[in-house]
Nanobody, 125 residues
Framework: QVQLVESGGGLVQAGGSLRLSCAAS????????VGWFRQAPGKERAFVGA????????YSADSVKGRFTISRDNAKNTVYLQMNSPTPEDTAVYLC??????????????????WGQGTQVTVSS
């Protein structure tokens, strides 16, 4: 089992910045990649980006490329989502998830087996 806990959400002004954290515990050696997703009210869960645990290779959705950056600190078993220049359209609950070895790069949503509880991000105009 892998446990994931997100933190760092809150209220941010458009054009500002915010960093989310995703702390992993448990069988972290089984993690192949960690992904970030978001879900706005009335909308489906959407992929934001992912990072491969071993070599920090990243892949991001077009909607956040150039604005959001994913990184990781292996010593802390923590993955970060740096959100720069957010807009009100980025308002959502942000969740991190872990995909095990055996997943393709980059993992698809159905590959992710472990999910955090989410953290709310609200961007004001």
């Amino acid at each position: 089992q892998v446990q994931l806990v997100e933190s760092g959400g809150g209220l941010v002004q458009a054009g500002g910045s915010l960093r989310l954290s995703c702390a992993a515990s448990g069988r972290t050696f089984s993690i192949y990649a960690v992904g970030w997703f978001r879900q706005a009210p009335g909308k489906e869960r959407a992929f934001v980006g992912a990072i491969r645990w071993t070599d920090a290779r990243t892949y991001s959705a077009d909607s956040v490329k150039g604005r959001f950056t994913i990184s990781r600190d292996n010593a802390k078993n923590t993955v970060y989502l740096q959100m720069n220049s957010p807009t009100p359209e980025d308002t959502a609950v942000y969740l991190c998830a872990a995909a095990p070895y055996g997943s393709l790069w980059y993992p698809r949503m159905h590959d992710y087996q472990y999910w955090g509880q989410g953290t709310q991000v609200t961007v004001s105009s």
